[in-house]
């Protein structure tokens, strides 16, 4: 098999209307993830695809323009479900739901998800030839407050946030009323305090 049939195999040539969040273009032999897209078209001239896109192996985010209809090569992307295991050295271990194989995803990867991960978390990791490419945490996440400065009673009203370190040692701001010991709803995107969870 030549390198030329492999690369085939990982990668397919589609246009650049086929751009989607979470797409990896294969561009001067470098892998980009796109985070953002818009397609736009002008009031004169063509049509066009305006991306923002994150290149894979060194983390540099840069925008991109295609023009409509222009050719693209798009990697092969295998997403699964995974379950993270535990943490180690800067490496993070996790394990495949459906075959219970492990693999290791680099701190460098995981990147802020980090922040809001807890054993057991579901993930979904996306692998191109074996190799992770990025991982997806769930839209929200329930991690209890381990520290944070009392509230004052009866500043319920007020508007005011005060800084809380939860479980995973991430720090998030919090509503003044919220205490030491609380479970609380979490924007894994933001890191956004989203509500108190009752059990």
Request: charged fraction near 25%; glycine fraction near 10%; charge should be negative.
């Amino acid at each position: 098999m030549t390198v030329r049939e492999t690369d085939r195999e990982h990668t397919h040539v589609a246009t650049s209307n086929d751009i989607k969040n979470g797409a990896v273009l294969k561009l001067e032999g470098q892998l980009w993830n796109v985070t953002e897209f818009q397609h736009v078209k002008p009031g004169k001239g063509g049509a066009f695809v305006r991306t923002k896109m994150k290149n894979i192996t060194t983390g540099k985010v840069v925008d991109k323009t295609f023009n409509a209809g222009a050719k693209v090569e798009f990697a092969t992307v295998d997403r699964s479900d995974y379950q993270y295991l535990y943490q180690d050295g800067a490496d993070y271990v996790f394990m495949d739901v459906k075959d219970y194989d492990q693999i290791t995803v680099p701190g460098a990867v995981v990147g802020d998800a980090a922040k809001y991960m807890l054993e057991n978390t579901q993930v979904v990791i996306a692998l191109h030839e074996g190799t992770p490419l990025y991982l997806e945490m769930p839209a929200s996440v329930v991690l209890e407050i381990t520290y944070t400065e009392p509230g004052l009673q009866g500043d319920r009203s007020s508007a005011g946030t005060k800084p809380a370190t939860v479980e995973t040692g991430a720090e998030i701001q919090v509503p003044l009323f919220v205490e030491q010991g609380t479970r609380v709803k979490v924007d894994t995107r933001t890191g956004d305090y989203l509500g108190r969870v009752n059990d």
